[in-house]
């Protein structure tokens, strides 16, 4: 950004109309804000791209089976057995729920009617256990499109009736299924958000040891979180843009983390200018100047990164691109322009009690930075191998990493009600008939379809086929596995490969479990798709920012390492210490595109600055100025962003915990060792080399020892 710009936006009168002007449009977006969790859509159909199998079958079956009905079982159980009035309640409990709204017209089964219809002969699933200590009511329930905003009322209601005095009764099957997620995100516009503010309070108050001065970035950082999600909020509801759960909880994390970030880096170029300008609107022009470019690359980086995410085949992945890139971008327009305005109408005393005077001397010349990049130059070369070989050394934990997916009971990081029924049923030997897999067939080949079904293992017996138009037949069989587990989806596969093998039968399987094995084979595409663009877009974007190439490509690879060395850690985190079963298949990429685009940030913020202080001193003593100018703020950054992402953990499921334990972990290795002590020492190794092919540096004089432990003095 031009000075001159930099100058108007802050300016004695200007500085007033960016606040108003900011201001008026947070308090727009707040009630747009307010109500992004009723355009929420967390089911799992929806989030499958069309060309997937069970997507298919969905839209074959959309005239006869409707896509919003939600499968519910309530689960009895009594220790010693359920006992006739057990049982009769579970009849009168039937009758009640049947009247709920809701409650599709086919009512509830209940075991009396599963009995009597048995006796008749017809296919009805077996409701009691054979030792008579479980016994379940099946119904459908279907509230339209809205139909995941209704599931948590009608839960309650459920729970309220069906009760038994010294039993246990559990809500299970896709509607308790539904309702635990739904509490799992309960409150995460406001608890979650609240939280990450408190910590990031903290950490402000830690790193600017002010009573007032760490309230002005999170007043920024709370009007970006409004505008961004206000911004979301109309896209999702009037541009068909896909948010679910995680992606707002993502949003949230990412707008306070990075906006943060931005703020200590912008604060921190502006206590600098203070010391050199008497005039505190110069001073915040001159530090918007020089801090702007590196502010609007990263936030590039990290947009254009996240909308890489738009191509992928998954849509709740592909949602997660524009609304991440929305939020970034949002901040960093926030962070340069109301930010800017209360620094400069606040003036210096916000930084009290250690105000920077005009003409002070700056700390940072002879700080702790300065000391560890001092002690690099010593022997630059041996440093960077030896991080590297430590680095290379934890990528090691990338073998224990299993994304194979997990069940129902697994996902979450505490025991939920649907959880406790689905382990009863499969205690005592009860198929979950809410989980089936659909097969769609020419009605020609529907028997043989159904007979290559046969004898496949977990799979239950086969419904008579109903017909569909132009010549289509369709059945189903419940899979007797937990509907998202990798025994659930070998059923499936093995299903699809029998179907296959009869000719002309066009015959498609999908289902509940198929949707999640579609899931699977989506997010590994996704993976190999999306991060190659990623890396290559990332290095784009450093190309042009640093005039160079040697410098970016140096900076990829070590970005690279860092993220490979962070999920090894993770993965051995993840299985010998908080005991997680393994990962979401899409858990890889998302910690991939965080880590890269979150990663190159602090690259950023310390190379732009080694570049302005290489026309001056050389690329040697330029990396030395930058570490020690850069070094704090850096870090207190880093330390602001981990911490924001791993209140991610405060929410009950395993694939955020896992997310917000590598990022953090990620984001300190690149703040604390990569940045501070790999980049710097290739820095000091390579000299001016590392700008070929330009010509910023053609001298490339090697430090002497002498001018190693000289004081440092920055750029004016």
């Not at 310390?606 to 290489?614: A, F, G, S």
Request: glycine share 8%; hydrophobic share 50%.
């Amino acid at each position: 950004m031009h000075r001159q710009i930099a100058g108007s936006l802050t300016g004695r009168i200007t500085k007033w109309f960016v606040l108003v002007a900011v201001l008026a449009i947070t308090g727009v977006m707040a009630v747009f804000s307010s109500q992004l969790a009723d355009v929420q859509n967390n089911e799992a159909s929806s989030w499958l791209p069309e060309s997937a199998e069970s997507t298919q079958v969905l839209d074959e079956l959309s005239q006869t089976v409707d896509p919003n009905d939600i499968p519910t079982l309530v689960v009895y159980h009594r220790a010693g057995g359920l006992t006739d009035d057990d049982l009769a309640a579970m009849e009168a409990h039937g009758a009640e729920i049947a009247e709920l709204d809701g409650v599709t017209e086919q009512g509830v089964l209940t075991p009396a009617a599963a009995e009597a219809a048995a006796a008749q002969g017809a296919p009805v699933p077996t409701l009691v256990s054979e030792d008579g200590e479980v016994a379940y009511l099946y119904f459908v329930l279907n509230f339209g499109a809205d139909g995941w905003n209704a599931i948590p009322d009608a839960a309650e209601e459920i729970r309220g009736i069906a009760t038994i005095d010294g039993g246990e009764v559990h809500l299970a099957g896709y509607g308790g299924q539904a309702a635990d997620s739904a509490a799992a995100f309960e409150g995460i516009d406001t608890n979650l958000i609240l939280a990450t503010l408190g910590v990031v309070i903290v950490i402000l108050l830690f790193t600017y040891r002010s009573p007032v001065l760490w309230l002005l970035p999170i007043l920024c950082a709370v009007s970006a979180n409004f505008i961004a999600t206000g911004l979301v909020y109309l896209l999702a509801r009037y541009a068909g843009l896909t948010v679910n759960g995680q992606s707002q909880a993502i949003l949230s994390i990412l707008v306070i983390g990075a906006g943060t970030d931005y703020a200590l880096l912008l604060v921190a170029r502006y206590r600098e200018e203070l010391r050199r300008h008497e005039d505190r609107h110069e001073a915040m022009a001159f530090a918007l100047h020089r801090a702007a470019p590196a502010i609007f690359a990263s936030a590039a980086t990290v947009a254009v990164g996240m909308l890489c995410l738009s191509l992928a085949d998954l849509n709740s992945t592909a949602g997660l691109g524009p609304v991440a890139a929305i939020g970034v971008t949002v901040t960093m327009i926030v962070m340069v322009t109301l930010l800017p305005a209360l620094l400069v109408i606040c003036g210096r005393w916000v930084f009290w009690p250690k105000r920077p005077g005009f003409q002070s001397a700056e700390p940072t010349s002879d700080g702790l930075w300065a000391r560890v990049g001092r002690a690099i130059s010593h022997r630059p070369r041996r440093v960077w191998l030896i991080t590297t070989g430590l680095l290379l050394l934890a990528c090691l934990g990338l073998f224990r990493l299993d994304t194979s997916g997990l069940s129902t009971e697994e996902t979450y990081t505490q025991e939920f009600d649907s959880i406790k029924g689905q382990r009863l049923l499969n205690e005592h030997d009860l198929t979950d008939n809410s989980n089936t897999i659909q097969v769609v067939t020419n009605t020609d080949s529907a028997a043989d379809v159904a007979a290559s079904l046969e004898g496949i293992d977990g799979l239950g017996e086969l419904g008579e086929p109903q017909p569909l138009t132009d010549g289509r037949s369709w059945f189903e069989a419940t899979i007797d596995a937990d509907i998202s587990s990798s025994t659930a989806a070998d059923i499936v596969e093995s299903s699809r490969d029998a179907v296959r093998g009869v000719d002309g039968a066009d015959a498609l399987v999908g289902g509940g479990s198929a949707f999640y094995l579609d899931t699977k084979i989506a997010s590994v595409r996704d993976s190999w798709v999306i991060m190659p663009l990623v890396l290559l877009v990332v290095l784009l974007i450093l190309i042009g920012l640093l005039r160079a190439l040697v410098a970016p490509l140096i900076l990829m690879a070590t970005v690279v390492l860092s993220f490979g060395a962070a999920l090894g850690i993770s993965a051995l985190l993840f299985e010998y210490v908080f005991g997680f079963a393994g990962s979401d298949p899409g858990f890889p990429l998302f910690a991939f595109v965080f880590l890269v685009a979150l990663g190159i940030d602090y690259n950023i913020f310390l190379m732009t600055r080694v570049r302005e202080e290489t026309a001056t001193h050389g690329t040697r003593k330029g990396s030395l100025i930058a570490l020690a100018s850069t070094g704090g703020v850096i870090t207190s950054a880093g330390v602001v962003l981990a911490a924001t992402f791993l209140v991610l953990g405060s929410l009950p499921l395993v694939f955020l915990a896992e997310l917000g334990v590598a990022v953090a972990l990620g984001v300190m290795l690149d703040t604390l060792i990569v940045r501070s002590v790999l980049v710097t020492a290739l820095n000091l190794d390579l000299g001016g080399k590392i700008w070929w092919p330009s010509r910023l540096d053609t001298a490339d004089v090697p430090l002497t020892p002498a001018e190693a432990e000289a004081p440092l003095e920055t750029v004016h």
